[in-house]
């Protein structure tokens, strides 16, 4: 079925009877306000995973979100968590089902309440664990990233339960994690442990963006990841830099060197034996693409092949922290070892053993001056690549072009969810789907994050008949 205008009074056809697309986006805008003002209270708990920081906001989000799924008729309701390696607890993940009717699917709904810290304060509008409206979009941390997947499974849940009533049949699961923003460290133990309550059909995964604001999208790749540290050593010990200083260079300047030689003169990343492809169904511009990132003028954009290429696609290499002392600390003396940290997502298709490898090699290799450089390998997490062609997903992209009343695109995301790679291995015939509720202004992670709150409406009503139309047609 084509899209149709939203709004417009629309019915598909099943083997279980029809549907009314129109009832379920009046049961969805209906309890709207109330949706919205739970975001709003979910806004409020700054429950943050990182080790450094109080964990009883994070254990009342918990709370909070798990009497959210209960209000909304689910029974089976469990906070659960596993411990990390070091015997610490993880972090606490509200775990809700619904069973399935004889022959009817299992989907399961992730989305994460726990969230990044604030950074700067000084760099937000309005404070950043109070929800605020402004032009149509409400701003705090966690408003889009991702409370809002949240409360979309939760309110289209509800929608999908007013509308449908006793026809409903589906088995759902709601898993809302509670330490994706600390890197997910006990997710792999938390999926054996309790491999079959979280037993699904199809998942969908809250946790991406559209392609901008009114034009919806599903999410089909993400880039993998692997990270590490590269130490460069020159000397014994710090010395005198007027003393000895000109015959030998100091450890930052030679590891600078170093990182110089990871990108070629058109800044594309210059690491032999690295996956890149240029093959996307849609492309940004240059200037949408500096005005979504904030390049300041004249800064020359990185790269060659399509924009979104380099952003899906290809490999891309950061260097996301460096050890060397403050620059009001600083003492004249050549520094003996110097230490950076990089970052490198992985187009898909890429293996992050082999990637990690590569990285090694190169950086061996470009020893500068002889200097003794020491590689250790950090945290890696496989790409991801949907099967476009499969029944969920096709459903997903119809569901999405109703609610926006627009077609919805196919596009890649350039960051990584590992744990995606944990779910296919760990249910190998499960279709995954990976939607969310940003936009590419939504500045998730940073100071003054949003959320486009008529996008998200749409969202809840794409959902709503996404699970409509699985309870009736399945899977076939």
């Known amino acids: 079925m084509t899209s149709s205008p939203a709004g417009t009074p629309q019915k598909f056809s099943a083997g279980f009877g029809e549907i009314d697309v129109d ?26 995973a990182w080790p450094s920081f109080d964990p009883a906001p994070l254990d009342r989000s918990a709370e909070a979100v798990a009497e959210l799924v209960r209000a909304a008729g ?43 810290p604030t950074g700067d304060l000084a760099l937000w509008e309005s404070e950043p664990f109070t929800a605020v409206e402004r032009d149509g979009r409400l701003y705090g941390r966690g408003a889009a990233d991702d409370k809002a997947g949240i409360m979309a ?11 449908l009533a006793d026809e409903l049949g589906i088995g759902v699961t709601f898993f809302f994690e509670g330490e994706e923003e600390a890197g997910s460290p006990t997710f792999r133990t938390f999926l054996d442990t309790h491999r079959e309550l979280l037993r699904a059909d199809v998942i969908v995964v809250a946790d991406s963006s559209n392609w901008k604001v009114g034009i919806p999208a599903l999410t089909t790749s993400l880039r993998g990841l692997v990270d590490g540290t590269i130490e ?34 058109d800044g594309n990343v ?44 290809k490999p891309a290499l950061s260097i996301i922290g460096f050890d060397a002392p403050a620059v009001d600390m600083a003492s004249n003396t050549l520094l003996p070892r110097a230490r950076a940290k990089f970052s490198l997502r992985l187009a898909p298709g890429q293996d992050p053993a082999d990637a990690m490898a590569a990285m ?50 196919e596009m ?24 969310g509720v940003e936009d590419p202004d939504s500045r998730a992670h940073s ?14 009503v794409a959902e709503a008949l996404l699970l409509a139309r699985l309870n009736h047609e399945g899977l076939g």
């Open 23 to 48: 009832a379920l986006r009046r049961a969805v805008h209906a309890s709207f306000d109330t949706t919205v003002g739970h975001l709003k209270d979910l806004v409020k708990l700054p429950g943050i």
């Open 74 to 116: 689910i029974k089976d309701v469990r906070i659960l968590r596993c411990n990390k390696e070091d015997g610490t607890p993880g972090g606490p993940a509200v775990v809700a089902r619904r069973t399935a009717a004889a022959g009817k699917p299992t989907i399961l709904l992730y989305a994460h309440h726990d969230v990044q």
């Open 153 to 163: 499974h939760i309110a289209a849940y509800a929608a999908v339960t007013d509308v």
């Open 232 to 265: 460069v050593q020159v000397l014994e010990h710090a010395v005198h830099s007027g003393m000895f200083g000109g015959a030998v260079l100091d450890a930052p300047t030679l590891l600078s060197r170093l990182i110089a030689t990871l990108h070629d003169d």
């Open 270 to 313: 210059a690491v032999l034996g690295l996956v890149s492809r240029d093959d996307v169904a849609v492309d940004l511009t240059e200037a949408e693409y500096r005005a979504d990132a904030s390049v300041l003028d004249g800064v020359r954009l990185a790269g060659t092949g399509t924009i979104a290429s380099r952003l899906w696609t």
């Open 360 to 409: 090694r090699n190169h950086v061996e290799a470009n020893a500068p001056f002889g200097a003794k450089v020491v590689f250790t390998p950090g945290e890696s997490g496989n790409p991801f690549l949907t099967d476009t062609d499969s029944v969920a997903a096709g459903m997903a992209m119809w569901a999405l072009g109703e609610a926006w009343g627009v077609p919805a695109v």
């Open 412 to 435: 890649g995301i350039g960051g990584s969810i590992p744990f995606i790679a944990d779910l296919t291995d760990a249910y190998p015939e499960v279709q995954i789907l990976v939607t």
């Open 447 to 460: 100071a003054n994050e949003s959320l486009h709150l008529e996008d998200f409406r749409n969202a809840v």
